[in-house]
């Protein structure tokens, strides 16, 4: 990630702000809000403004007045309890808001996650960076033989090469013809007086779906986390992954007790089905429990002696 | 409105907070923070946290970094731009958290603007309040006749004093009665030791819709001035406009320039159909037009006029 | 349930329709389409639209033209692995619109859900129905101990008379009351000539909460089973679980492989926190463990006992 | 727009079902059902399903049961009623899905607009079609001078040979190498069997963004209309426009009379600000009235004058 001097010192102007505020504020994340994190080789997520901590979602469970007459024992006690049984509406009492920069691939992803507010920069209106995202070696993989929508083994020595090669030379090229569309250079100088450049919401068409764009994201915390909860696990792909990550570090920042529960009940947690079910109790009680008696497809139990780690008793 | 001894100390903690903050600030409305402005009898609101100000809305229009590169007046111009073109998800960029105290039966009209998180005292888990609205004399209406859910002429003398009379008698012995299945006074006291009160989820159902509840309820600007469009007009019930008015009054304080072009905009504007600019272009260059010609229905007509307060011309 | 003769003629119109589709359709959910199914006694669901059956879920998970090219088995091991893995778009594809006669306090339980479309009887344009909800004996419970929002022992004798004799005494004088104040009957007959109605907008806040609203409500197939996941739960308030009951039987007719996934991996589901997997890891292969070596707590760890059926076990 | 033998074989198959319904259908639309309407050079739109027709409005906006019971010429001035004074849940009360084929530049703007449910073609898992977009001459316009999202004069001559020709090209040899990434033609035969394919998640990131994706796309009514008035607009991009164009006639076969509302009322209306209200009454009543003293900023002044077809004022 490459900052500009520009986006260098406006990000110092906004963190040497010392504004007094009757508002609750949370401390870590203050250290840093505003900074840009990076993400891939061009991306960034930083925290632009949030609103609310753990005390929030207290206060408002208990629709009370005032804060802190509670011991920090009960409030954790407690935000534990509504993490267990997905009393979701305190957690949506606290807000936050993403500065990100992202490959468009990725950012397509990101937006079917619909309960959230963006704006983001505008390739009708301006001219986007020339930034795209080239995967690092050890993430090209083949695709997975097993999984429809995942990855499998490594791609190396001159396959890797060459795919690494397309993907620069299909984006620089691109970029450059989108250029020569406008009759403009990203930094805005003409190249030729006499031609009238190509409408952007039209030149547009002919980038790659690695370019750099970049949003705010806005989101209340009950949605993030269900945001993160898919994102950040080992389904989800790379690319969005390093993303998710990035934001749960700052979730612990801002919210750590509501952090920890989320890494307990939901993140580390299993869900097991009815069938399941009957397959664990059999399991503790030390009763003889088989594939064939279970009622489970092969899929099934697997998934389940997985989530357990039971490996030896895959099928 | 009357608070307890309790409520105003909290309320005086709150304010007594002194914390920095590297985030932007709406220094009128942080003077009103957590304060609990009357509405009707016992009713009130309160402003107990937001996100952003003018600033964000731009900052975002702008997806760029920093703020305050460009001069107030070129932010009131891209502000009312936004409004005036419909250009919507920037004003979403800032959030307002509202601590609210209102009767029941407002409570389920609000309740139907959806995009809002809600947090409301619970009565399956506490005892309400022994509090219910009684309108002032000079709001008890009778039935509009012309508009089937509005008001018309005021109820005054015996009549008004009966309505008034039924409307606190019927509160205080529904209440009484919910104390007597509750086998539990509304301050905690038990009322007979050798009786188990009614499940609380139950008793509840013997109040009446006058009985104030109170919540959270957070929301975006965009989202808030929709409500406001609706609940601060003419037409909506006189004890839910009355709260929009208050909160009309912290938007002006925490976003001074949307406040302003969301009232040239949007409370003060006009829509005049595609048949009614017909009418209003033959009226503007002096050209003969009736309502017979016009093509309107009657009640068309006399929307259009009146919104132009050219009362003389009503059919 | 009473229903009105014009009311039952209505129903029978409705169902006497024999209209051409090419749309899907859904034949044991049109056998009962706008029959009016009771709940608690005086209220109802109805089915009264939809749109989409289970093929619409694995057409939409294809993304594929037409229907019908796979088997049926296959078709249900689509919609399970859906449902297992937490792929929720393909079910919003279905919709379902509801007519639904409910008291006014779980009116207000059910409004929470938001991701639905709504259009209520309006009591500030029209009279209500004279009915209100009154629990049959078994379900007059007394609060419970344990659970702060919960219901304990039946009450019962002396007792039990008194409290439904004052829910029908409030409930019947509100409500004459409100007929006084309107100046008008519930079946439109004024009572003085001489004198005008109060505002029936003012008029219905003397109304009890168990008094019966209606209103027409539709959601997508996801939203209504995260509605039914938390309020057909043994947790949820009696007098709302028995409409989600209701409902949970049109979904079976409607979409009945949804609802058998729904069933095993949702409704029978357990979700086990990380800490508890530990514990049922260790019992699986018969280690010892007990609660204080769990790390859980007290409350935790009866949670995961009970919901595994391991009873002899609780703490 | 070309379809596949097997895609007119299943449009075929989804057209010739007749089935039994006690729904309420839309003849008109019923004639159109599952049929692929042409979009750009590739696209398309289908109206796959549908809940509702005008008669539901009504049905919601009385929640009453039954319908027919009131002339349709009282069903048109409630839906105009409804229409002109924002009462905008009965619209809700009507659903329909459509199955869309776009260019992905213009599924980024689409999927914007958040209350509605897609299913898009997902590349992590297939391969995408061989099909990309590309402008028809007269679309070839140049960036805007005046307005800085719009389009100008038209690109023309040589010029626009080459932005064809750079468009094609850069489209083919990314696509290709797409192919040569993934190891797999579109049709899926292998390229070389001594090799893997990169991952699919990965590779398509190679793609322009005028390649061509599909999904379905559901939502109600009210949402429709609110995204059809911001994309049927002028101001909307012309790739965008054309899909809204075609679903707005999609809306008239479903629902004539709040199509005419709609056109009437939001469409072909103008919104006047409160400033703007006074320029008009001048006007109107023959007083002077001009720039200097209406208060009106230019920018705004010019946007009134052409609204009401004023043009020889603009300043």
Redesign the interface.
């Known amino acids: 990630m490459k900052l500009t001097p ?2 260098k010192q ?2 110092a ?3 040497s ?9 949370s401390p870590e994340l ?1 250290k840093i ?2 900074e840009a994190l990076p993400v891939l080789d061009h991306g960034f997520i930083r925290v632009v ?4 901590d753990d005390t ?1 979602i207290v ?3 208990r ?1 009370s ?4 007459t509670k011991k920090v024992s009960t409030d954790e ?1 407690l935000i ?2 509504l993490m ?3 009393h979701s ?2 957690f ?2 606290c ?1 936050i ?1 993403y ?1 990100v920069k992202l ?3 990725i ?2 992803q990101w ?2 996650h ?2 959230a ?6 390739a ?2 301006s001219i986007l960076d020339k930034e795209f ?1 080239l ?1 690092a070696k050890e ?6 033989k097993v999984n ?6 490594l ?1 190396t020595g001159d ?1 890797a090469d ?2 690494l090669k ?2 620069k030379d ?2 620089t ?2 970029y450059n ?1 989108y250029e ?3 009759n403009e250079r990203f930094d805005g100088t003409v190249i030729s007086e006499s ?8 030149a ?7 370019s750099y764009t ?3 994201w ?1 989101t ?1 915390l009950l949605n993030l986390l269900n945001f993160l909860f ?1 994102r950040a696990d080992s ?1 989800a ?1 790379y690319e969005i992954r390093v993303y998710a990550e990035a934001m749960l570090e700052t979730v612990k920042k801002w919210v750590p007790i509501t952090h920890a529960a989320f ?3 939901r ?11 009957k397959v ?2 059999k ?2 009680s ?1 009763q003889k429990c088989d594939f064939d008696s279970s009622g489970l ?1 092969k ?2 139990w697997n ?1 389940l002696m997985t ?4 490996t030896e008793k895959i099928v």
Do not use: C
């Open positions: 520009e986006q406006e990000i102007d906004q963190q702000q010392q504004n007094q505020t009757k508002r609750v504020t203050e809000l505003y403004d949030y609103m609310g929030s206060q408002s469970a629709v007045y005032g804060k802190g006690g534990k309890y267990r049984h997905w509406t305190p949506e009492m807000e808001k500065h490959p468009i691939f950012a397509r937006i079917r619909r309960t507010n963006v704006n983001e920069y505008s009708r209106y995202y995967p993430q090209l993989s083949a695709q997975s429809r929508q995942g990855r499998g083994d791609i396959q060459e795919v397309i993907l299909d984006a090229r691109t013809n020569t569309m406008l031609k009238a450049g190509l409408a952007r919401e039209l547009r068409m002919n980038l790659t779906l690695n970049q949003w705010y806005k209340d898919l389904h792909q890494m307990d009940y993140v580390g947690a299993v869900n097991v089905s009815a069938k399941g079910k664990i109790q399991m503790a030390g497809s899929r099934e998934e989530s357990f780690g039971f």
